[in-house]
């Protein structure tokens, strides 16, 4: 999933009212004139600071997608939005501000997990939605700000309702997601920055050593989950989990593809279709997921 940054600002709301002068017009014409004061009224009533944003809270942003971001219009999550505030946490950093990039690295990190939380059936996710989040500027830290709020964001048109699922779940569903979230988490958060094993041996076998100890993780959760798909699934993920402990302990690069090819195509997300129907979860594997196994 892309993660884009959008930064906050020291500044706070800046609310600019505007005037409408109603001449010698038709009735029609001062109707939408009134309407239009309504709706400038209503926008400016629900303005918000960014600074004070909750999870749960949907809104539409005032201006660009990205960039610096002083305030936003919370909307009721029922209305169309673009989008909603789904995590938060707080930079645990002193000292002098480490830098945009330093503080997008952990938001990278943080805010799929913040998100998981909220909404733990990525699945379930409008195939419009991509994570985002508000983190400080430069500025901002020198006031001690350090929130960084996770948002999900329409990348085309806008979102209706609200995306908390967790309150929801059974704990079966729970229990299923947080294991399957942790597995692929593991995954990606260990992936290597240089693109042949050759280059970063110990790089790819450290990635093997976390994704084995989630599975195993997942495996111990799906083992008090009854239903036939579930079994099969656990019996797919439980061979996964020997040939990612393979490569774990792979004596060299040969060795290493040798078990990392069977290793991963058996965590491919399509194998885990069935199961997930069977616990009434979504079964639509997304787009981005299905690319990469795709080859």
Request: proline share 4%; with cysteine; aromatic share 8%.
């Amino acid at each position: 999933m892309k993660i884009r940054a959008r930064y906050r600002s020291l500044r706070g709301v800046s609310a600019a009212a505007v005037l409408l002068a109603v001449g010698a017009v038709g009735c029609s014409d001062v109707s939408e004139a009134v309407d239009g004061a309504k709706d400038g009224a209503k926008k400016v009533a629900r303005q918000r600071s960014v600074y004070s944003l909750d999870i749960g809270d949907c809104y539409n942003p005032n201006g660009k997608a990205e960039g610096t971001a002083y305030s936003v219009e919370i909307v009721p999550c029922d209305e169309a939005h673009e989008g909603q505030v789904v995590g938060e946490f707080a930079v645990d950093k002193d000292g002098a501000f480490p830098g945009d990039d330093a503080i997008s690295a952990i938001a990278d990190e943080r805010c799929p997990v913040e998100a998981q939380k909220y909404a733990p059936d990525t699945w379930g996710l409008p195939k419009e939605a991509a994570l985002f989040y508000y983190t400080p500027t430069g500025e901002s830290w020198t006031t001690g700000d350090r929130a960084v709020s996770c948002t999900y964001v329409a990348d085309t048109g806008t979102l209706k309702g609200s995306l908390a699922g967790a309150s929801s779940l059974k704990p079966e569903q729970t229990t299923y997601l947080k294991g399957s979230n942790g597995l692929y988490e593991a995954l990606w958060a260990h992936q290597p920055e240089t693109d042949t094993v050759e280059d970063d041996l110990a790089g790819y076998k450290a990635q093997a050593k976390a994704v084995a100890a989630a599975l195993d993780t997942h495996l111990e959760g799906l083992a008090g989950i009854e239903g036939a798909e579930v079994g099969r699934l656990r019996t797919t993920l439980t061979k996964a989990a020997g040939d990612w402990r393979k490569a774990a302990n792979a004596a060299d690069a040969d060795a290493f593809y040798i078990a990392y090819d069977p290793a991963f195509t058996g965590i491919d997300p399509n194998e885990s279709v069935a199961a997930r129907k069977e616990l009434g979860l979504a079964t639509t594997v997304p787009a981005d997921e299905a690319e990469v196994w795709a080859g």
